[in-house]
Nanobody
Framework: QVQLVESGGGLVQTGGSLRLSCIAS????????MGWYRQAPEKTRELVAV???????IYADSVKGRFTISRDNAKKTVYLQMNSLKPDDTAVYYC??????????????WGQGTQVTVSP
């Protein structure tokens, strides 16, 4: 079982920056793909960025060049540095941990979400 707690959301003006953090409890953090997703009002949840346990990070096209995901395995923490924020980035941001097992089964956990609001 993995518990995820996000922090760092808030209100910022267009062009500003925020840094989200997600601290995980439980063991085997290194083996989890850690990601950030977001959900805006009346929209479906979408992937923002993923830091795989091994491999190259993945970003949504809408955030490439502006957002950076990073992880500190020793601290069991994943970060999302968000720069040049736009009103379209306004959403609840969720931390995600996913581990895929042999055969395709997987374990997946979500945080409670943190609100990011970007004013015009």
């Amino acid at each position: 079982q993995v518990q995820l707690v996000e922090s760092g959301g808030g209100l910022v003006q267009t062009g500003g920056s925020l840094r989200l953090s997600c601290i995980a409890s439980g063991s085997m953090f290194d083996f989890y793909d850690m990601g950030w997703y977001r959900q805006a009002p009346e929209k479906t949840r979408e992937l923002v960025a993923v830091s795989p346990s091994g491999g190259t990070t993945i970003y949504a096209d809408s955030v490439k060049g502006r957002f950076t995901i990073s992880r500190d395995n020793a601290k069991k923490t994943v970060y999302l540095q968000m720069n040049s924020l736009k009103p379209d980035d306004t959403a609840v941001y969720y931390c995600n941990a996913k581990r895929t097992w042999f055969g395709g089964a997987y374990s997946e956990f979500w945080g409670q979400g943190t609100q990011v609001t970007v004013s015009p």
